[in-house]
Nanobody
Framework: EVQLVESGGGLVQAGGSLRLSCAASGFTVDDYAIGWFRQAPGKEREGVSCISSSDGSTYYADSVKGRFTISSDNAKNTVYLQMNSLKPEDTAVYYC????????????????????WGQGTQVTVSS
């Protein structure tokens, strides 16, 4: 059974940092594209970042470029999202999601491609 479990969210002041983790089980992350999405209250879920080990590609939404970094530890079967210089507008529930044998260039930011989702972790950035 494919499972994704996010952790690492919390409350942080603007300008601070958090590292989110997405622990995978039931599959190997290097065979999948793993995406990070977020959903703020009253807003649609949006793609934040993506990593696919198959072609070594990554993707970042314009709103997080230069501040967020996605990485993968295949030995731990875990994908991370390092978030620096956080802003109040980054406040949202963050989800990780997986799609098998895909490339981020094709699937990044597209919710419909991702069939497996975690439960989400809350990130709150205070001003």
């Amino acid at each position: 059974e494919v499972q994704l479990v996010e952790s690492g969210g919390g409350l942080v002041q603007a300008g601070g940092s958090l590292r989110l983790s997405c622990a995978a089980s039931g599959f190997t992350v290097d065979d999948y594209a793993i995406g990070w999405f977020r959903q703020a209250p009253g807003k649609e879920r949006e793609g934040v970042s993506c990593i696919s080990s198959s072609d070594g590609s990554t993707y970042y939404a314009d709103s997080v470029k230069g501040r967020f970094t996605i990485s993968s530890d295949n030995a731990k079967n875990t994908v991370y999202l390092q978030m620096n210089s956080l802003k109040p507008e980054d406040t949202a529930v963050y989800y990780c999601a997986a799609v098998p044998q895909a490339e981020c260039a094709l699937v990044a930011g597209s919710i419909s491609w991702f069939g497996s989702w975690g439960q989400g972790t809350q990130v709150t950035v205070s001003s």
